[in-house]
C-alpha cells in the first residue's frame, strides 16, 4: 500500500478517473449523496471544491487500486464574520487550517488505513504550517480518534458542510504520541 500526495493539476488522467469512480462508489452508490447534473459524469463524483491546487492524498495498491482518500484544501469560513477557533488574531483563517473532506479508507483492505490516511494529513499539514485540520467525521471515525487518543474538538454546526450522519470536528496538528 502506498500513500500518494499530489495536487489535483498533477493528477495524471488515468488516477483522477480512478479516482472520480472510487468516490462514486463510495460516496453516490455508498452513502447515497447526490451529484448535481452540472457535475456529472456517469459513474464519476466530483465536486465545486475540485480545484486545481487541492491536494490529495489517495491510498493506492497493485492488487485493488484506490483503497482510500482524503482532498486537503485550504477552509474559507462560510461565515466572514467568524474567525477560525484559536485564530482570532489571524488575518486569513486559511493559512492557519486545512479541510479535509472525501475522507475514505476501505477498511476490508486494510483496518488501519483510515489512521494511516489522517497521520498522512497531519503530517503533512504540519509540515506547510498548518494549525489545524476541520473535517466531517462519522461514529466510526470518533471511535477511532478515541481508540488510538487522536485529540480532536467538536465544532459549532455550520463551520463546513456535512451531510446528515456526519458532524464537524477540528484536529490540531500536535498531537500527543
Known amino acids: 500500500m502506498k500513500i500518494i500526495q499530489t495536487k489535483l493539476k498533477d493528477m495524471p488522467s488515468s488516477l483522477l478517473a480512478e479516482l472520480g469512480s472510487y468516490r462514486y462508489s463510495v460516496f453516490a452508490r455508498g452513502e447515497g449523496w447526490s451529484i448535481p447534473s452540472r457535475l456529472s459524469t456517469p459513474g464519476q463524483e466530483y465536486d465545486r471544491f475540485d480545484r486545481s491546487d487541492v491536494i490529495w492524498l489517495i ?9 482510500g482518500c482524503a482532498r486537503l484544501m485550504a477552509w474559507q469560513d462560510p461565515d466572514s464574520n ?11 483563517e486559511s493559512d492557519i487550517v486545512w479541510e479535509m473532506s472525501r475522507f475514505s479508507a476501505r477498511l476490508e483492505i486494510d483496518a488501519e488505513l483510515p489512521l494511516n490516511i489522517l497521520w498522512h494529513a497531519v503530517q ?3 509540515q506547510s504550517g498548518i494549525q489545524y485540520l476541520y473535517s466531517a467525521a462519522t461514529p466510526m471515525l470518533e471511535q477511532m480518534f478515541e481508540q488510538h487518543q487522536v485529540n480532536y474538538d467538536p465544532l459549532t454546526p455550520g463551520i463546513i458542510q456535512s451531510e446528515d450522519n456526519l458532524f464537524a ?3 490540531p496538528i500536535a498531537q500527543p504520541n
Not at 467568524?82 to 486569513?92: D, F, H, P, V
Request: overall charge positive; hydrophobic content about 45%; glycine content about 12%.
Open 82 to 92: 467568524r474567525s477560525a477557533a484559536g485564530a482570532e488574531n489571524s488575518n486569513n
Open 169 to 171: 470536528v477540528k484536529i
Open 124 to 126: 503533512l499539514a504540519g
Open 59 to 67: 491510498a493506492w495498491t497493485a492488487q485493488f487500486g484506490i483503497c
